[in-house]
Antibody, heavy 127, light 108 residues
Framework: QVQVVESGGGVVQPGGSLRLSCAAS????????MHWVRQPPGKGLEWVAV????????YYEDSVKGRFTISRDNFKNTLYLQMNSLRVEDTAVYYC????????????????????WGQGTLVTVSS | DIQMTQSPSSLSAAVGDRVTITCRAS??????LNWYQQKPGKAPKLLIY???SLQSGVPSRFSGSGSGTDFTLTINSLQPEDFAIYYC??????????FGQGTKLEIK
């Protein structure tokens, strides 16, 4: 079935780095854009980053620009999130999700949605 | 950037009730509005896309309506498994992608 599975979370000190992975299966990974979304403990959903299906376009939420890098390997059907200069406020469950539906140009999308979602991986930034 | 505001932030209802959750966009987003359900310790799940289209496998007691800036999610005849947090999300000229702050539906 269509699914995505995250891994790589853990505890890291402020200023440290971590790389998350998201393994996709059950669909043609190279045909879909992919997202990272995070959820701090007890709080709501926050979009983090998106990458187009061919990796040509990437966007980031303002607070992670310059610190996080989204990438993908279409041969390995895997999405990544490299997180550097981590801050306490980056503590959250990180979800990957497929960019589904809608229509995308080289620079934007409309009418799309997040589906499916992975089970999430917890990143804790603490000294 | 487009901001999404949900109301109420929480509500209590009984099994069998009909409930409505509202989502308002800071500017017109046509019908590009999606709804998600999240249960404790679980990932969000897509319920409705395009303001009113029911995702495959979602029970028909869920429905969505609206366009422009005002949208509603309605749940008819609440079931025990419907008690969860519900989020709206706009998909008009993205990115960036914006979610509402969530509405927690609790058992009365």
């Amino acid at each position: 079935q269509v699914q995505v599975v995250e891994s790589g979370g853990g505890v890291v000190q402020p200023g440290g780095s971590l790389r998350l992975s998201c393994a996709a299966s059950g669909f043609t990974f190279s045909s879909y854009g992919m997202h990272w979304v995070r959820q701090p403990p007890g709080k709501g959903l926050e979009w983090v980053a998106v990458i187009w299906n061919d990796g040509s376009t990437k966007y980031y939420e303002d607070s992670v620009k310059g610190r996080f890098t989204i990438s993908r390997d279409n041969f390995k059907n895997t999405l990544y999130l490299q997180m550097n200069s981590l801050r306490v406020e980056d503590t959250a469950v990180y979800y990957c999700a497929r960019l589904s539906g809608g229509s995308c140009t080289s620079t934007s999308c409309y009418g799309d949605w997040f589906d499916p979602w992975g089970q999430g991986t917890l990143v804790t930034v603490s000294s | 950037d487009i901001q999404m505001t949900q109301s109420p932030s929480s509500l209590s209802a009984a099994v069998g009730d009909r409930v409505t959750i509202t989502c308002r966009a800071s500017q017109s987003i046509s019908s590009y509005l999606n709804w998600y359900q999240q249960k404790p310790g679980k990932a969000p799940k897509l319920l409705i896309y395009g303001a009113s289209s029911l995702q495959s496998g979602v029970p028909s007691r869920f429905s969505g309506s609206g366009s422009g800036t005002d949208f509603t999610l309605t749940i008819n005849s609440l079931q025990p498994e419907d008690f969860a947090i519900y989020y709206c999300q706009q998909s008009y000229s993205t990115p960036p992608y914006a979610f509402g702050q969530g509405t927690k539906l609790e058992i009365k």
